[in-house]
């Protein structure tokens, strides 16, 4: 209790400190005392080891297949992976000035590991108030949203980068009136930049 109340304050980590930090003892000290009051009690020993393996056991064992399953298929291939066209992009985007980017979930954790810049929504566990956060990237790229409420989300998260790459588009479009200049361009993504147009301009390659 006294670990998880400390972690409890790191709000971004305090759920994966207690996993890898917190749970791991606990369950050690309830195996140990289980192990205690069935040393003390012999008779109880063969229906709480049946009790476990029926009721907790196999039936997780069942459910972590399934996950992996799933998820190999439907999250690995496109959460882990990128194509070529986006770790060239990423590569550019590390030579340019830092900045914050605006970008999916997935895509922002190979962008920070990657291009080395800050980004708005990465890994789960890292990133302060992901709910809110992730709302309003669905937002910025929803059509059905103004161009003011899309400027304001820039301006509220100092974005200076906004990734627009397969994951991007299934979302929404880009709205061409806000203030944003592609610097990077192939075809798997388009990197816009939100600063002085007259300055990303002169920096294009020529």
Request: hydrophobic share 40%; proline share 6%; charged share 20%.
């Amino acid at each position: 209790l006294a670990g998880a109340a400390y972690f409890s304050y790191g709000a971004g980590m305090s759920g994966l400190l207690f996993q890898h930090m917190v749970h791991l003892p606990i369950a050690l000290f309830a195996a140990t005392g289980l192990e205690a009051v069935l040393n003390r009690i012999p008779r109880l020993r063969t229906p709480t080891m049946t009790a476990l393996v029926a009721f907790f056991l196999i039936p997780n064992a069942c459910t972590i297949r399934h996950v992996t399953i799933q998820t190999g298929a439907d999250v690995w291939p496109t959460s882990l992976y990128w194509t070529r066209g986006e770790i060239d992009a990423a590569i550019r985007l590390r030579s340019m000035p830092p900045g914050h980017v605006l970008s999916t979930r997935d895509n922002g954790n190979k962008i920070g590991w990657l291009a080395l810049h800050h980004v708005l929504l990465g890994h789960w566990g890292t990133t302060p108030h992901k709910g809110a956060k992730q709302s309003d990237m669905e937002r910025f790229f929803s059509d059905g949203v103004s161009m003011e409420e899309k400027n304001r989300i820039l301006k509220h998260y100092s974005i200076r980068y906004v990734w627009y790459g397969e994951k991007e588009r299934r979302l929404g479009s880009v709205d061409w009136r806000l203030p944003l200049i592609p610097v990077i361009r192939n075809d798997a993504v388009t990197v816009f930049d939100t600063e002085d147009p007259l300055r990303v301009i002169r920096s294009l390659p020529k």
